[in-house]
């Protein structure tokens, strides 16, 4: 298997801008989770989907990001707008044993 | 409120000796616990893990120590290599299906040689 492969890598954007993270979980994983990682909170947990159903997105920060899971091999994150705040790296994990994620290499966010 | 902590940013050790990370959670209902290791541009991965019934778990060079009554755990690492230098994150979840990990916020870890 792949992994968990998320794009783009990279993004740079300018404030304002709608940004949209992409995530493939590994295949018959039933849990996904975004996490966002920056220097003064480490790893946050955003939002998580069981079963391709939100369950908790009560680390959003604001109503400007939003998530979605149309089936089980694709979840997207959207920030709209963006702010240079939301500058940082997001990752996407998915497991099917209780505990064990499976982290893709993340999406480095650089909002100007 | 942070409910898992690593108190440490960073550690540095010489290559050979034992590395030992720390980490504290304040939640009772934790009852698994991991270890993941992430280098720079790639996303954390899996190293070791403890269930609430052990006190410790080996696998190789790795030792995971959990005193559940001083909510405390510990990551042995010996010897120390530098290949072993990154940033180390201690996470938990309770014992309610399969709900997500909280992570600390990570210990950079430098193997000199």
């Known amino acids: 298997d792949a992994g968990v492969i998320q794009s783009p890598r990279h993004e740079v954007t300018e404030m304002g801008q709608e940004v949209t993270l992409r995530c493939k979980p590994i295949?018959?994983?039933?849990?996904l989770f975004w996490y966002r990682q920056t220097m003064m909170r480490g790893l946050e947990l955003l939002i998580y989907f069981n079963n391709n159903v939100p369950i908790d997105d009560s680390g959003m920060p604001e109503d400007r990001f939003s998530a979605k899971m149309p089936n089980a091999s694709f979840s997207t994150l959207k920030i709209q707008p963006s702010e240079p705040r939301d500058s940082a790296v997001y990752f996407c994990a998915s497991s099917l044993i209780r505990g064990r994620a499976f982290f893709g290499q993340g999406t480095r966010l650089t909002v100007v | 409120d942070q409910q898992v902590k690593q108190n440490s940013p960073s550690l540095s050790v010489q290559e050979g000796r034992i590395s030992i990370l720390n980490c504290d959670y304040t939640n009772s209902m934790f009852d698994y616990f991991l270890w993941y290791k992430k280098y720079p541009a790639e996303g954390p991965t899996f190293l070791i893990s403890?269930?609430?019934?052990?006190d410790k778990n080996e696998d190789g060079r790795f030792t995971v120590f959990l005193n559940k009554s001083a909510k405390h755990l510990s990551l042995h690492i010996v010897p120390s290599q530098p290949g072993d230098s990154a940033v180390y994150f201690c996470?938990?979840?309770?014992?309610?299906?399969?709900?997500?990990?909280?992570f600390g916020k990570g210990t950079r870890l430098s193997v000199i040689a």
């Open positions: 295949s018959g994983h039933n849990s």
């Open positions: 403890i269930s609430s019934i052990k």
């Open positions: 996470a938990a979840t309770p014992n309610s299906g399969n709900t997500p990990l909280v």
